[in-house]
């Protein structure tokens, strides 16, 4: 089991500029996570999806976009990217909502300039 | 708003030493609390997880509570070693509106001193 990748392991991206970036797991979870992680601010969640074809919003949603359109992956996309996005972002995934732990990616650096 | 706070920021301990690190939560509701461990540069590893049912749970060296009537979890962490050293996160799942999602707290940076 690989558990939850992430690709790419880092970006540096110019303002305006737009990218996706890849969640897989392979642990069968239902459900999966974006998160960011700032210094200071802790992480926070960006979307979130309860299963397959199905995405929502969570605390920080604005600027970014989602898709699952197979249930092992889950993509967060950049449209215009912003220097206030510069973050490392962590995908994370569960097979149950409230009672399970939560296994994270091991992150994507993101640079925004 | 609910929030989630780690104190301190960072300790530094001895090795060998047995040490506590402190988690507090302003709303008593929820369904879990969960420690993890971030290496630098590397995602987030579960340590324990706490159903609001239970009041502890342990892993080897390590014993976390949970009282939420105080709204307090501590990481009980016993003889510390070097390769204990890492930032150390608490994440609660309030339940209600919102209950899809962990907050955070800061972190504990833990050094060990061999």
């Known amino acids: 089991n690989a558990g939850v990748t992430q690709t790419p392991k880092f970006r540096v991206l110019k303002t305006g500029q737009s990218m996706t970036l890849l969640c897989a797991q392979d642990m069968n979870h239902e459900y999966m996570y974006w998160y960011r992680q700032d210094p200071g601010m802790g992480l926070r969640l960006i979307h979130y999806s309860v299963g397959e074809g199905t995405t929502a919003k969570g605390e920080v949603p604005d600027g970014y976009n989602v898709s699952r359109l197979k249930k092992q992956n889950f993509l967060l996309g950049l449209e215009s990217a912003a220097p206030s996005q510069t973050s490392v972002y962590f995908c994370?995934?569960?097979?149950?909502?409230?009672?399970?732990?939560?296994?994270f990616g091991p992150g994507t650096r993101l640079l925004v300039l | 708003k609910q929030e989630v706070t780690q104190i301190p920021a960072a300790l530094s301990v001895p090795e060998g030493e047995n040490l506590v690190l402190n988690c507090s939560f302003t709303d008593s509701a929820i369904y879990n609390l969960q420690w993890f461990r971030q290496d630098p540069g590397k995602g987030l590893t579960s340590l324990l997880l706490?159903?609001?049912?239970?009041r502890e749970q342990t892993s080897g060296r390590l014993n976390a509570s949970l009282d939420k009537s105080s709204g307090r979890s501590t990481l009980y962490i016993a003889a510390s070693q070097p390769g204990d050293s890492a930032t150390y996160l608490c994440a609660v799942r309030y339940s209600g509106a919102g209950s899809y999602q962990l907050t955070f707290g800061k972190g504990t940076k833990l050094s060990v001193i061999p």
């Open positions: 706490i159903q609001s049912s239970q």
């Open positions: 994370a995934s569960s097979f149950r909502l409230a009672e399970e732990t939560q296994y």
